[in-house]
């Protein structure tokens, strides 16, 4: 790289610096900026838009995502998107739900490999079986799972929305796949009978309740936030539980001096980089499926326009319905 090039490159970039400054050092900006060019170049030259998830690293999620949120929030921005090429940058089971409500687009994923503990836990096999052995008992699906899986069951839910989609149902007792932890969450929260399925992620399973003990006797006042994918007795001992975007409104909203998000290690960067006055304290787990995302694989996936996400299309008219049900309550 030129020296003209590149005091060009990083005047170009300087004000996307700035949104990160507090998370990313000075001295590891260069070998982001390059990336991040070329990657606000593709996009317009593709019509592509990157939907990110809240795990994603801060020089995405700050830098060159158009949309981020939730798991919930990005199958729901998914569906209003005009351009022709979408990009996740998130795990796979994001980016078939980003296909399914969009079976006209390209949908793109910068790394076939990011996959989820969750959804490599249950086949449709599985779901099959449970069905015989529960008769007309409503099967509720997490979104983190196959399009196939998905398109055995009568509804999905994501940690946004598990209670509300549960007590839509109006039933005294529901299936609740895979992730067991937020179905017994769940069930303590609603009071319906839950059968379950022993899936768990692989990042929330690891916290314990001694974890949340020995935080709060370390760092008095600290406010605890988890994720209802975490066992229950890390909840119980939480002061909110909710999905990664209802941990960023918490804090939005609250303002905590000191908190500590009990999740994936990039929720602590990217929020930090919007509430300078809160100190968060990060004990926190990496997702392995997440970090396979990154910089030099979204540019390479723009170029190439790979790793296009097809579904059969025996298995999406079902797995769209119930995406479909579920956005619908
Ligand atoms: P939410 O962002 O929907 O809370 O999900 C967390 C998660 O683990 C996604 O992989
Ligand atoms: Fe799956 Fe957990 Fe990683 Fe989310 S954080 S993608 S649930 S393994």
Redesign the pocket.
Known sequence: MSLAFSSDLMARTAPLYERVKSVIPSIEWPAFADDIDAILALKRERNAVILA???QTPEIFHCVADIVG???ALAREAMKVDAGVILLAG?HFMAETAKLLNPAKRVLIPDLGAG?SLAASITAADVRLLRQRYPGVPVVTYV?TSAAVKAESDICC???NARRIVESLGVPKVIMLPDEYLAQNIAAETGVEIVTWAGH?E?HERFTARDIRQLRAGHPGIVVLA?P?CPPEVVAESDFTG???AMIDYVGLERPARVVLVT?CSMSDNVAVQHPGTEFIRPCNL?PH?KRITLPKIRHALETMRHEVTIDPDVAEPARRAVERMLEV
């Open positions: 998830h809240n795990y939730d798991s919930l795990v989820c983190n994501t940690s946004g992620c990042v994720h994918e999905s990664t975007a994936e997702c997440m």
